[in-house]
């Protein structure tokens, strides 16, 4: 079983930028292909953006428009989300999850797909 552990959300203005860690511990990254979601109040979980076990074929939501990127060390057990051009309805708190692949290329965007998560992270973005 993976622990995972989300850090680097916080308050930012508008247009700003902020970088999400998720940490695994427990049994190696290198296992999972892995997904970032997010929820914001009174919504239901949606898709942020997803990267194959083997860091190739990251995809993201669409409202994503190239912001967002999303990345792999595998030797540091750590998944990232750089965000920049924050926007107010980008506030939610990020979750980030992993799941056992069917191959080393796979990549999952519904949150069903997934078998552990972390406990997220509080994104805020001030307008």
């Known amino acids: 079983q993976v622990t995972l552990v989300e850090s680097g959300g916080g308050l930012v203005q508008a247009g700003g930028s902020l970088r999400l860690s998720c940490e695994a511990s427990?049994?190696?990254?290198?296992?999972?292909?892995m997904g970032w979601f997010r929820q914001a109040p009174g919504k239901e979980r949606e898709f942020v953006a997803a990267?194959?076990?083997?860091?190739?074929?990251?995809y993201y939501g669409d409202f994503v428009k190239g912001r967002f990127t999303i990345s792999r060390d595998n030797a540091k057990n750590t998944v990232y989300l750089q965000m920049n051009g924050l926007k107010s309805d980008d506030t939610a708190v990020y979750y980030c999850?992993?799941?056992?692949?069917?191959?080393?290329?796979?990549?999952?965007?519904?949150?069903?797909?997934?078998?552990?998560w972390g406990q997220g992270t509080q994104v805020t973005v001030s307008s």
């Open positions: 999850a992993a799941v056992t692949p069917y191959s080393s290329s796979s990549v999952y965007t519904r949150n069903h797909s997934y078998d552990y």
């Open positions: 427990g049994r190696t990254l290198s296992r999972y292909a």
């Open positions: 990267i194959s076990r083997s860091g190739t074929n990251p």
